[in-house]
């Protein structure tokens, strides 16, 4: 075979799976998304609900996640969980004799109140868990991938700015334990979208002045810092 035949094949075949590989790195980077905790922010259900456009129902999910959340910092998991279960069967067993003793009174026929939940299949498809397993593993991964990069110093910058969020974080830690950041989180998610719905064009101004400003500062840092290695001249 002609040499040059040969390396023109081998050329092709080199680019062909190089397309491949960056098609199965843009699937898995698409999937990634699509199965990521801010696109679950960013769904049609959740932003109406945060944003308020029902306002019973999103008064009735804040009232109840921020009752849950309270009740979780007076009492323990254990007797909050409990709980809940109590009142569920209370409900459920007054309801089913209830309706017992109305159709022994009426004589009627009506069977179980709750047959139709019973016989309504609960399981979870085999197709379902696993694509929840994969979707989960993605998350991994990428976790362990961007925890190795930056324990192991890959880029000084981030290494560095990881250690200033955590050296931060110490502070909050003295001050907020995890149920009471989680009942902040609980609040802001559903007081900032309103405000910033009307108060887009103002909040966005500030929101530049303050990324141009950390950007510039964040350069400045890397050329001084010795050994840093500078991502325009990487890339």
């Excluded at 309103?194 to 890397?222: G, H, S």
Aim: with cysteine; charged share 20%; hydrophobic share 45%.
């Amino acid at each position: 075979m002609d040499p040059m035949t040969q390396s023109t094949q081998i050329s092709s075949s080199q680019g062909l799976a190089d397309g491949q590989n960056s098609a199965k790195e843009s699937k898995l980077s698409d999937s990634f998304l699509s199965s990521s905790p801010v696109s679950l922010i960013q769904s049609p259900q959740v932003k109406d609900l945060i944003h308020w456009r029902d306002p019973k129902k999103s008064g009735l999910v804040f009232g109840l996640s921020l009752l849950l959340l309270l009740s979780l910092a007076a009492f323990s998991f254990i007797s909050v969980a409990s709980y809940l279960l109590l009142a569920l069967l209370c409900v459920t067993i007054t309801f089913r004799i209830y309706k017992s003793v109305v159709q022994a009174v009426q004589k009627s026929s009506d069977g179980h109140p709750f047959k139709t939940l019973i016989d309504k299949d609960v399981s979870i498809p085999p197709e379902t868990f696993r694509k929840h397993v994969d979707a989960s593993l993605t998350h991994i991964n990428r976790a362990l991938k961007q925890m190795s990069r930056l324990f192991l110093v890959e880029d000084l910058v981030d290494s560095l700015k990881l250690a200033v969020v955590m050296w931060l974080f110490t502070y909050v830690g003295a001050v907020f334990n995890g149920i009471t950041i989680l009942i902040l989180a609980d609040i802001l998610l559903f007081a900032v979208p309103p405000v910033y719905e009307k108060n887009k064009t103002q909040i966005d101004q500030y929101i530049d002045v303050i990324r141009t400003q950390v950007n510039t500062t964040m350069a400045k840092l890397q050329e001084k810092l010795p050994g840093a290695v500078k991502r325009s001249k990487t890339e």
